[in-house]
């Protein structure tokens, strides 16, 4: 099992370039969630899917979009990118939660850390 | 609102000594869950330690263990013996009020943890 994989690793860009990131997990997971890390604040929920087809907003959704045409795979996109995305972007995944069930820990790719110049 | 408060950003240990990284949360739901992920400077995201708001006892996992204090709001993260290799920075995380639908998690800023030989 590769787990939770995430491409690029790296990527430069300039300000107003578009970029996709590509986050794909094999463990069949519903959930799939998209966080940055930036220093001194931890990680942030930029969006999240419960499922196939579904996206939601999560708390810093500005600026990005996704998609989940597959439930294996969470894509997140910039459409014009800005400095203030110079960040690392972490995808996540987990099973779906059941009171009384399992931990439902979630699972983390290994980064892609972006700058935009 | 839900809220993570990791107080100390760094901290120093000697090897084979014991540390406790400090962790309050803020929540109204009486059912959440606590996580501890360890982040090393290579940057991945691994899962420590999972403690349920109802569980009657301390969660424990090889040297980690987690000091759970509900009536404080408080779930510290004990490594005992520490190691060289445990030098990394350390999260705690909340599983959001409402979580079953999404299993969504609010994290804390972090504490940088040295281990010195």
């Known amino acids: 099992n590769a787990g939770v994989t995430q491409t690029p690793k790296f990527r430069v860009l300039k300000t107003g370039q578009s970029m996709t990131l590509l986050c794909a997990q094999d463990?069949?997971?519903?959930?799939m969630y998209w966080y940055r890390q930036d220093p001194g604040m931890g990680l942030r929920l930029i969006h999240y899917?419960?499922?196939?087809?579904?996206?939601a907003k999560g708390e810093v959704p500005d600026g990005y979009n996704v998609s989940r045409l597959k439930k294996q795979n969470f894509l997140l996109g910039l459409e014009s990118a800005a400095p203030s995305q110079t960040s690392v972007y972490f995808c996540?995944?987990?099973?779906?939660?059941?009171?009384?069930?399992?931990?439902?820990?979630?699972?983390f790719g290994p980064g892609t850390r972006l700058t935009v110049l | 609102a839900q809220k993570i408060t990791q107080t100390q950003p760094g901290m120093f240990v000697q090897e084979k000594e014991a540390v406790t990284l400090d962790c309050t949360y803020d929540?109204?739901?009486?059912?959440?869950?606590l996580f501890w992920y360890k982040q090393p400077s290579s940057g991945e995201m691994i899962f420590l330690i999972y403690?349920?708001?109802?569980?009657?006892q301390n969660a424990t996992e090889g040297r980690y263990s987690l000091n759970f204090q509900k009536a404080r709001k408080s779930a510290n993260l004990v490594i005992s013996a520490s190691q060289l290799g445990d030098s990394a920075m350390y999260f705690c995380?909340?599983?959001?009020?409402?979580?079953?639908?999404?299993?969504?998690?609010?994290f804390g800023t972090g504490t940088l943890l040295a281990v010195q030989p």
């Open positions: 996540a995944s987990s099973y779906h939660y059941v009171a009384g069930g399992s931990y439902n820990e979630q699972f």
């Open positions: 463990m069949n997971h519903e959930y």
């Open positions: 899917s419960v499922g196939e087809g579904t996206t």
């Open positions: 929540t109204s739901d009486p059912s959440y869950g």
């Open positions: 403690q349920g708001s109802y569980d009657q």
């Open positions: 995380a909340m599983r959001e009020a409402g979580g079953g639908a999404t299993n969504k998690l609010i």
